[in-house]
């Protein structure tokens, strides 16, 4: 099964290529029919990942995709997964 993966770690400091890299990730996953992205907002001081939980919580992007996950064995990463 294939992923795509959002490594934000480059561009933690830039709000519109943080919305950018994440709406071109879901594009693309539903394009080409893939069921989970994989972002990495890194584990620092949180405000990366509040970010992409703010992002993910907007409705025109929530209905878009099944459900959100965090990973239980690293805090710094989140699976998005998609129902087709």
Same mark, same amino acid.
């Given at each position: 099964? &294939? !992923?795509i993966k959002v490594d934000l770690h480059d561009i933690?400091?830039?709000s519109k290529a943080i919305d !950018? &890299? /994440?709406l071109q990730a879901f594009e693309d996953a539903i394009s080409k029919k893939i069921k989970e992205v994989e972002i990495?907002? *890194?584990k620092g001081s *949180? =405000? /990366?990942k509040k970010k992409v939980q703010r992002f /993910? =919580? =907007?409705p025109e992007i929530k209905k878009q995709f099944h459900r959100m996950e965090n990973d239980? !064995?690293?805090f710094g990463r989140l699976f998005v997964y998609f129902k087709f």
């Open positions: 099964m &294939a !992923k933690y400091n830039n !950018k &890299a /994440l990495i907002p *890194g *949180g =405000q /990366l /993910l =919580q =907007q239980s !064995k690293n």
